[in-house]
């Protein structure tokens, strides 16, 4: 594989055809190879509401790809030990800009690098069951999903970022927003924790592309569910209540019958208001969850995204006052699908 970044030698011409509001090159632009296949990613450019991507074999360009709403582009059909260039140019209302810098790369088989994760790897990222709801949280398990990674990596700012330590992830046309990339180096276990965007609701699947920024993963079809509520565990001893002053319930703090508890999940699915996809909102869930304590229903007074994080949602209800004492059982309810159970100590 070769990697060559050069000018278009015919970007002088351009000049004259494009007006000067049309936006900036997009930069920086980068493609990753991979298995009869190209990832090509940019940087935003000021003022584009899309993006063009062209790209030739032959010293001829063709465009491969028009009105990209997101930052990358997955180009298949490749032919694996050919030569091929790629650049970007950039939208809006005035037309297009001029083009980015052109990157030559060499598609080739997948090597020891390659991300691979099996459809069942995709998982809630509170109950780990297998699959995926727009707008929750997601953990993949694979292996090779970072490159040198030593430890975890989290995002430090909102909305989330779409590459973290090399490492993106594309579902559908989309590139996912990304919390953490993590990999224990004692047990080799690997994961990526990410939001599916809000864009595929009412999808019944949606493929997932892995780049590790070294090689592109083979794309897995997985399922989508409307719905899929999880409850966050915090241990193996404590699981995800909170009293009112937002310390956690636990054997040395347990809930009372009858005080009001705070449970967060992920997949609950739509929302009154949606946000936009790697951003913190507010909205309730557009269907009331029903949640059952020791067997008994429990007063819901609040359901919906927890409105300081992404992709988090939170359930506000009331212990039953008949609900006896000891460790009890948790299930929440929502459109007919329940959430993994947890357990809630009362005294």
């Known amino acids: 594989m070769r990697t060559l970044l050069r000018l278009l030698s015919f970007a002088a011409p351009f000049a004259a055809a494009f007006a000067q509001s049309a936006p900036p090159p997009p930069a920086p632009i980068t493609v990753t190879p991979g298995d009869h296949e190209a990832w090509v990613g940019w940087g935003a450019s000021a003022g584009a509401t899309s993006y063009n991507v062209y790209a030739s074999n032959n010293g001829t360009y063709t465009k491969i790809a028009s009105n990209v709403t997101t930052l990358a582009y997955l180009d298949t059909g490749l032919t694996d030990g050919v030569d091929y260039s790629f650049y970007a140019t950039a939208v809006n209302s005035a037309g297009e800009g001029m083009p980015s810098l052109v990157i030559d790369i060499t598609p080739a088989a997948p090597n020891t690098y390659l991300p691979t994760f099996p459809v069942n790897g995709v998982t809630n990222a509170a109950s780990f069951s297998q699959g995926a709801t727009p707008g929750s949280i997601v953990t993949i398990f694979g292996t090779h999903l970072s490159t040198n990674l030593i430890g975890l990596q989290t995002a430090t700012t909102v909305p989330l970022p779409t590459t973290l330590y090399h ?34 609701a009412g999808q019944a699947s949606v493929p997932v592309t892995i780049n590790n920024g070294t090689t ?74 029903s949640v059952t304590v020791a067997g008994a229903s429990a007063d819901v007074k609040f359901s919906g995204l927890s409105s300081q994080y992404v992709g988090l949602y939170q359930v506000n209800f009331v212990v039953p006052p008949t609900t006896p004492a000891g460790t009890q059982t948790v299930t929440i309810t929502v459109n007919g699908v329940t959430s993994n159970a947890a357990s809630l100590p009362v005294q």
Not at 179 to 200: C, H, M, R, Y
Not at 254 to 265: D, F, K, N, S
């Open 167 to 200: 490492v993106s992830v594309m579902v559908g046309s989309l590139l996912a927003p990304i919390f953490a990339v993590d990999k224990n180096n004692n047990t080799g276990s690997e994961q990526i924790n990410l939001q599916i965007p809000w864009e595929f």
């Open 216 to 289: 592109i993963s083979t794309t897995i079809n997985i399922p989508i569910t409307p719905e899929q509520p999880g409850i966050f565990i915090l241990d193996a001893k404590n699981d995800g209540f909170l009293h009112g002053d937002n310390s956690v319930v636990n054997a040395s703090g347990p809930a009372q019958p009858g005080e009001e508890l705070v449970a967060y999940l992920t997949g609950m699915g739509p929302v009154t208001t949606t946000p936009a996809s790697g951003s913190a909102g507010a909205g309730n869930t557009q269907y009331p969850p």
